[in-house]
């Protein structure tokens, strides 16, 4: 193994950028989710009776202790949240280091690695602070499956079984929030596919992974049951089964789905100032389907899960995000809605796992042509252009998307200093400017008066845009 220590260099930049990036597109005043969250928890927000609801398993304890903090030392400023958010990001980045110096991966793809964490592509969870949590949960789950990968190849540390017991509780009703359905199915076909593995390979049953899985799924359906209990619908959705809507309009749930797939490429705002038609975005998003369906071919032909189970969960799990977005916003009758920055964290798991499986098998094919001293095998040239495709794909497109999101910094700024302007003399105004300006209920009555509540206690406590 060579010497990549300095690997971890660049995720520090990578942070600096995302904080100059906010500092050039933001002004610290509440819009949007924070409005809910302002007139559901503030200003006490050591009452109990906000904690203790009924879908009390659902609201991630840890946002209660960030609220604590962020009015108590930081008159309750958004740029508290993000910072949280970019501190997250570059731990995710961390953890996605070691994987590559344990497996020696190359400069270039670890380049791209980071090239697409840092990627604005997630420039609306960067921005809404809100958000920060699933960044951190992402973080813990990447934790979980390296825990996971240094048990699968015999590299286990004192504890990790310990620790495969306790992080779905922890992870689940303690961080990730309504993410915990991807990372609790993630887990089970992990473990079940171990438990086969095991047998098939040792002619045994191994009963850990039956143990790890309940594990996962006992507070997956603690989850469940409290969610259950929440008072608050999904706003602008159909309501409609996806059956039915599978068979009533399938032409809209194909493009819905596969049009998903091209926000890994290039972002929706960019997409719409480039495409006049569906042809592009239904090739890009095409084109990372097949990249996912080489990645799983790799895994299975060159059985690289042997070896390192690590991308193999990633790639499952992007997998499983797209299929999970797809179920749960179709009925919002917006094909393109699949392609929103909010969900670039979510798919970019999968690229991820895409990225070190074409890494490991390029290690494997130059062990290979030096070993036997021969050019590329017969019937590989698709297969290693289609990989090459896809990874010039996602780099270019995701740089493409970076550019175009600094050059729309200084509006974005500009739209929350009116904001803020709006908020200091929001008696004067109605409740349609109110919830059309803060992006909540937009256009609805109901929306503006929510907007005005939540700025009536941060005006009364002194906070975020009312502080002095």
């Known amino acids: 193994m060579k010497n990549r220590i300095w690997y971890y260099v660049l995720p520090f930049f990578g942070m600096v950028f995302g904080v100059w990036y906010l500092k050039n597109s933001f002004v610290d005043v509440v819009y949007s989710d924070y409005i809910r969250l302002v007139n559901s928890y503030l200003p006490d927000v050591w009452n109990p009776d906000k904690f203790f609801v009924g879908d009390v398993l659902t609201r991630i304890p840890l946002n209660y202790l960030a609220r604590i903090i962020n009015t108590t030392f930081f008159d309750y400023r958004i740029r508290f949240d993000q910072a949280l958010g970019i501190l997250s990001l570059g731990l995710s980045s961390m953890l996605l280091i070691s994987y590559c110096i344990r497996k020696d991966i190359g400069i270039l793809w670890y380049l791209c690695l980071m090239a697409v964490t840092f990627s604005l592509n997630k420039w609306e969870m960067m921005v809404n602070g809100s958000g920060w949590i699933h960044f951190f949960a992402f973080a813990c789950f990447y934790y979980h499956y ?36 991807v990372y609790s199915l993630t887990l089970v076909l992990t473990y079940g596919f171990g438990f086969f593995l095991t047998w098939k390979r040792d002619k045994r049953w191994e009963k850990s992974y039956i143990v790890w899985g309940i594990s996962a799924v006992i507070p997956l359906c603690l989850y469940i049951w409290s969610n259950a209990r929440a008072a608050e619908g999904q706003v602008g959705s159909l309501g409609a089964s996806f059956v039915s809507g599978l068979l009533e309009n399938p032409g809209y749930m194909i493009r819905f789905f596969i049009k998903s797939f091209a926000s890994m490429i290039i972002g929706i705002e960019c997409a719409h100032a480039k495409f006049t038609s569906n042809l592009p975005y239904l090739s ?3 084109l990372i389907m097949a990249g996912y369906g080489l990645a799983l071919w790799f895994q299975f032909r060159r059985q690289l899960y042997e070896e390192t189970l690590f991308p193999l969960i ?4 992007g997998i499983l995000n797209h299929l999970l ?25 999968g690229i991820f796992g895409m990225l070190l499986t074409f890494a490991l098998v390029r290690q494997k094919i130059r062990a290979e042509r030096q070993k036997k001293n021969e050019g590329t095998k017969p019937g590989s ?10 990874v010039l794909a996602v780099v270019v497109g995701n740089g493409y998307t970076t550019r175009e999101e600094l050059k729309k910094a200084p509006a974005r700024k500009y739209s929350c200093m009116f904001r803020a302007e709006l908020a200091r003399d929001f008696e004067n105004r109605t409740d349609e400017e109110l919830s059309q300006h803060f992006e909540y209920w937009t256009g609805s009555i109901e929306g ?7 700025l009536e206690i941060l005006k009364e406590q002194k906070w975020n845009v009312f502080r002095e």
């Open 146 to 181: 390296l825990v996971l990968e240094r048990i699968w190849t015999g590299r286990e540390k004192k504890g990790d079984r310990i620790r495969l017991l306790v992080l779905p509780w922890f992870i689940t009703l303690g961080v990730a929030g309504p993410y915990c359905a």
């Open 284 to 286: 890009l998003g095409l």
């Open 314 to 317: 990633l790639t499952v799990s």
């Open 325 to 349: 977005i797809w179920y749960s916003r179709w009925g919002f009758l917006d094909e393109d809605y699949g392609m929103a920055s909010r969900y670039a964290l979510q798919f970019q798991i």
């Open 381 to 390: 040239v698709l297969s290693q252009t289609l990989m090459a495709a896809v």
């Open 448 to 454: 503006g008066q929510a907007v005005r509540a939540a």
